[in-house]
């Protein structure tokens, strides 16, 4: 009988076990000479999923659903999406914005025709957007549809901004905050108009036609039609009239 010990992670064949096998050599501060065997051992995880398509959805702690809301979707999809903004062929931007293309169909809800995501645009599980014709979603935007989300033709979504539909429930003191559960309300933006750099809309919020949310702003109510609104909240700035001809 052999004294030699196993070979970190020569045996860990799922996630359980990688996590397992790597909790003990963290404890015992023994990861230095292991980390190469570690990130073998996950990318056979990764290499598993895109094998079999079968994913361990773990629950949401903040009592969101989250876990029903990702097990409705196409989450193969979804996940190669996420995956393949991971690799150097995702910084090919025409080739990258065909597949993320095609990848959408399966995706969202709805997807018009020549719909434009960049790299590493986060979309929670895509069952609850709708995106219109021409649409121009950019690099790392985030798309948080745990309620619905409905963009009409040619509206762009600038870099960093964040369309979010859940909040939390905040005066139920007989749980900790971040376990009282969320609150879940729509977003819907118009045609033809821009969400600006950065900016934030919050649930519930309706946006018009033609509206311009300027760079860093945060919308907390309905805009109409042809405003420009900036800051924090965004209040008016002005309204666009069409160009003289």
Known sequence: ?????????ADARD???VLAELERLVAADRLVGHGEAFLVRANGIVDAFLTTGMLSIADDPFGGKDAELLADTHAYYLMLWRLFDRTPASMM??????VRRILAR?????????VI????VY??????????????????STLDDRGPITVGDHTMIAAGAILTTHGHILDDFSKPLPFGGRTMAPITIGSNSVVGYNSIVMPGVTIGDRVIVAANSVVTKDIPD???VGGIPATKIKELVPREQ
């Open 1 to 9: 009988m052999s004294d030699t010990a196993p070979t970190p992670f």
């Open 15 to 17: 996630e359980a076990a």
């Open 93 to 98: 931007a025409d080739f990258a914005i065909r």
């Open 106 to 114: 399966r995706v969202l809800a709805a997807v018009g025709d020549d």
């Open 117 to 120: 995501f960049h790299h590493d």
């Open 123 to 140: 979309i929670l599980s895509g069952r609850n957007t709708s995106l219109g014709n021409g649409v121009f979603v950019n690099r790392g």
């Open 226 to 228: 042809r405003w420009v």
